[in-house]
């Protein structure tokens, strides 16, 4: 008798706060999915604007370069009149 007793009061002190810990409350999880599709948005968004940065960087260097070329063009014809 003592032995079950000794049972019954361990599944009861063990048993209630195991449960606790593995429960979650619903603002947890609203609150995790929020953090989630926040970070999502966040990533597709840099991408977007990587994506978008990228071409106009390219066209700025190449214009840059048809700038200097032409620079040195009239350079070399300056110094040959």
């Known amino acids: 008798m003592n032995n079950k007793l000794r049972r019954l009061v361990l599944i ?3 048993v209630p706060p195991t449960l606790l810990a593995c429960t979650k409350t619903k603002e947890d999880i609203v609150t995790k999915s929020k ?3 926040k970070k999502m948005t966040d990533q597709v ?6 994506k978008m940065r990228s071409p106009l960087e390219k066209a700025k260097e190449m214009a840059n370069q048809g700038e200097e070329r032409l620079k040195k ?5 300056n110094k040959k009149q």
Request: hydrophobic fraction near 55%.
């Open 12 to 14: 009861f002190l063990l």
């Open 73 to 77: 063009i009239d350079e070399e014809l």
């Open 45 to 50: 968004a840099d991408q977007a604007v990587e």
């Open 35 to 37: 953090d989630n599709i």
